[in-house]
């Protein structure tokens, strides 16, 4: 079956350190991978995507790497900011009908001044 | 021109009573679905519709009930709420064929 797994948290950076949030997979078919942020009091949105073996998804300074040979999506920003702690979701989707998500436990991340 | 909304954003109410959320999209989406967060964080999908026809049904017990009265709308209507029932509860929308999915602010539930 299909599941996700990542990385427990929390995790307390300062600001300004290199941050890895790791991830692997487990799926079937050919998924799609996400990364989601939650901030505090809000909804998830989409950070970043990849659909395909060796793309790679990047928005806001975040990176991640679709590795089929690992299993992996790990997340990466260089340089935190206070503004990007958060709740971070790696997500797989497989599509077609109904498109079921299989969302990680989510890693709180917070970057202190 | 919020893409998808919920109401109310918090609902508190006492055991035993019956409440409904609401969930609409203007995206034009032709799936949605209902997720539930607890207080770890952990989120689990509930229910997805796809055209108005249900399409994931995952255990959670027959108390809830999902309702599509169209493509734009999904609400969730619980009967006899218990204390477990209390969790922060997000709605989603999808386009079919793209499987990136939208996501509500949330329903902040407390069952006292």
């Known amino acids: 079956g299909n599941s996700v797994t990542q990385m427990e948290g929390p995790v307390t950076l300062s600001e300004e350190a290199f941050l890895t949030i790791n991830c692997t997979y487990t799926a079937t078919g050919y998924p799609s991978l996400f990364w989601y942020v939650q901030y505090p009091g809000e909804g998830l949105q989409l950070l970043l995507k990849?659909?395909?073996?060796?793309d790679k998804g990047s928005n806001k300074g975040f990176e991640a790497t679709y590795r089929k040979e690992t299993t992996s999506f790990h997340l990466e920003k260089g340089s935190v900011q206070v503004s990007d702690s958060a709740v971070y979701f790696c997500a797989l989707s497989e599509g077609g009908g109904g498109n079921q998500f299989y969302f990680g436990t989510g890693t709180s991340l917070t970057v202190i001044p | 021109d919020t893409a998808v909304s919920q109401t109310p954003k918090y609902l508190v109410t006492q055991m035993g009573n019956d409440k409904s959320i609401k969930c609409e999209q203007n995206l034009g989406h032709d799936t949605m679905y209902w997720y539930k967060q607890d207080s770890k964080k952990f989120l689990k999908i509930m229910f997805s519709?796809?055209?108005?026809?249900?399409?994931i049904n995952e255990t959670v017990p027959n108390r809830f009930s999902p309702k599509s009265p169209d493509k734009a709308h999904l609400n969730l209507h619980i009967n006899s709420l218990e204390l477990g029932d209390s969790a922060v509860y997000f709605c989603a929308s999808s386009r079919t064929g793209n499987s990136e999915q939208y996501f509500g602010p949330g329903t902040r539930l407390t069952v006292t």
């Open positions: 519709y796809n055209n108005k026809e249900l399409i």
């Open positions: 990849a659909t395909k073996a060796d």
